[in-house]
């Protein structure tokens, strides 16, 4: 479960329309949703992918976040060994640590901290 808010226009003048994940820089547009995660540490979920995989399941806290899961719950997640770097689509340029891991959901991919990846994923047990 993960917290998250709407994104205004305010937002995209104060944060020039990035969102400074802990992998890097990541644009979004206003109506996008923020992020945050176990270490508060946050990033961008367009608008569309927000409404596509994820469903709140709570009310908004006095910031304006609100509880979500995925709706989805079943990543791929491979742990990287050494330094790496990957290029979304819309051209942004996310850079992972040696041991982090690399996680993918339906058509989005994202880097995770080591640290967080342990305290956010638990692995499937598939039955005999």
């Known amino acids: 479960m993960g917290r998250a808010r709407r ?9 020039q329309g990035i969102i400074l994940s802990l992998e890097g820089p990541e644009r979004f547009e206003p109506g996008d ?10 990033w961008p979920i ?7 995989n994820c469903e709140p ?6 910031e304006g976040f609100f509880p979500y899961h995925a709706k989805d719950s079943v990543r791929e997640a491979c742990q990287i060994f050494e330094p ?3 290029q ?8 992972g640590k040696a041991g982090d891991y690399l996680v993918r959901s339906g058509n989005r991919t994202a ?5 967080i990846f342990l305290k956010s994923y638990r692995p499937i047990v598939e039955s005999e």
């Open 88 to 95: 979304r689509g819309n051209g942004d340029i996310l850079s």
């Open 111 to 115: 880097i995770v901290d080591q640290a």
């Open 84 to 86: 790496f770097t990957v």
């Open 33 to 42: 949703y923020l992020a945050r995660g176990v270490q508060d540490e946050e």
């Open 46 to 52: 367009a608008e569309e992918s927000f409404r596509t």
């Open 7 to 15: 994104l205004t226009a305010e937002d995209y003048q104060q944060r």
């Open 57 to 62: 399941i709570g009310e908004a806290d006095a």
